[in-house]
Every structure is written in C-alpha cells, then in structure tokens.
C-alpha cells in the first residue's frame, strides 16, 4: 500500500497525558501537512512540514501542540497535557512537491481525551 | 480572508437525479480547488480539481464547474448513485488549503 499511513488509527488518553500522532507520507513525498477534524466540522489546518523543517505552523494552537518530520521516519504530532477539547480526529495529507497541490490524506487518528 | 463557504449543509437526491454543491471563496490568490469525498471513518479522498484558468472540469460523473469572477465554484454528480452517499469538501488554496464545512450527500433508491 503506497497511501498515506497512520497510526494509531484510534487512541485513548486521560486529560494530561500526551497524545503521540505518527505519519508517513507516500513513498517519495516530501511535503506533510496535518488537519483537525471536530465532529460534523470541515477539516482545520494545523501545520504544514517538508523534511526537517517547518514551513507553515499558523493552524497550530501556541501552546501544548507540537510536530516534527524528521529526515528520517515518520512525521509526529505531539500533544502534551491533552484536554477533552483537543478530542477530535487528526488527519495527515502528503504531497510530492514539485509544483504539485495535490494532497493525499491518510485515514487519520481519532483521539479521544477522557 | 481566507474563509471558504460551502452549501448546502445536506442534500438528499434521488437515484439518477444530479447533486449540485456548491462552494465561494474570498481571497483572489488562492489558484487551486479540489474537492473531496469522505466516507464515515475514513480519511477524505481526493475527487477532482479545477485551476483558475478552466471554467469546467470533467472527470466520469463528476464536474466542476469554476467562476472566477463571482469567486465561487461547484461540483456536480451527474446519475448520482446510492454509493456516492458521503460528505463532500471543497477546499482552495495553495498550500495551506482552506476547507468547506462540508455537505452531506444521501443518494435514495
């Protein structure tokens, strides 16, 4: 499968706790960008990443929210100290690049804050 | 302003009738609109898009028809069918894209 993968696709945490989002994009994608999904909502922008640099963070909450896209690995969205208003599905996309706007969304992670 | 404004909020259209969406946009420099398709629990899957320099873009059953002037452009399901039954978002952009608040789509026999 040459997708957009992400895991865990359903994730539980107690209000504290961190929350750790993990990405890959499709094979040879250099471009991540991650989304908010609230129920019965559109999709929220948060971040947008190429490898080892953040490129827009202007979606991204100032405080608790954090992500990265190593040159190596998948790209992680990290949420510390989750509250139940960070409860929501988060959906990664990727793109080649190159000129291209196309954006191929992964099935996402649904985190629930008890 | 970055908003993008979709409606309506739900539709419900026969079997072989035509699903109509429709979507506006406010910031002239957005010169990509894609649209997608979500199915419950699953993560939105690219439909088809349009650039600003085309007023209509074909792909099967599906059209999107772009107005640049008025700023605004839709999607159309021609023979709609009982598995397009989905919540629909347009999008504009760049890089970010901006999203619709979605439109939900139930296709009845």
């Known amino acids: 499968n040459a997708g957009v993968m992400q895991n865990p696709r359903h994730l539980v945490r107690r209000r504290g706790q961190e929350a750790r989002l993990r990405c890959s994009p499709v094979?040879?994608?250099?471009?991540v960008y991650w989304y908010r999904q609230l129920p019965e909502e559109g999709l929220k922008f948060m971040v947008y990443?190429?490898?080892?640099?953040?490129?827009?963070e202007s979606g991204m909450p100032k405080e608790r929210f954090s992500a990265e896209f190593p040159k190596e690995g998948p790209s992680i969205l990290r949420i510390q100290q989750v509250v139940r208003g960070d409860s929501a599905a988060y959906f990664c996309a990727s793109s080649s690049g190159r000129g291209s706007l196309k954006q191929y969304f992964g099935p996402g992670t649904r985190l629930l804050v008890l | 302003q970055q908003q993008v404004k979709q409606s309506p909020q739900s539709l419900i259209v026969q079997k072989g009738g035509i699903s109509i969406i429709n979507c506006a946009y406010e910031n002239t420099a957005f010169d990509y609109f894609p649209w997608y398709q979500q199915f419950p629990g699953k993560g939105p899957a690219l439909l088809i898009a349009i650039r600003p320099d085309v007023s209509e873009k074909k792909e099967g059953r599906f059209t999107i028809s772009f107005n640049k002037s008025a700023k605004q452009f839709s999607l159309h399901i021609m023979d709609s069918q009982p598995g397009d039954s989905a919540t629909y978002f347009c999008?504009?952009?760049?890089?970010?894209?901006?999203f619709g608040t979605g439109t939900r789509l139930q296709v009845t026999l």
């Open positions: 990443l190429q490898k080892e640099n953040i490129i827009d």
């Open positions: 999008a504009a952009g760049g890089t970010p894209l901006t």
């Open positions: 094979k040879g994608h250099s471009h």
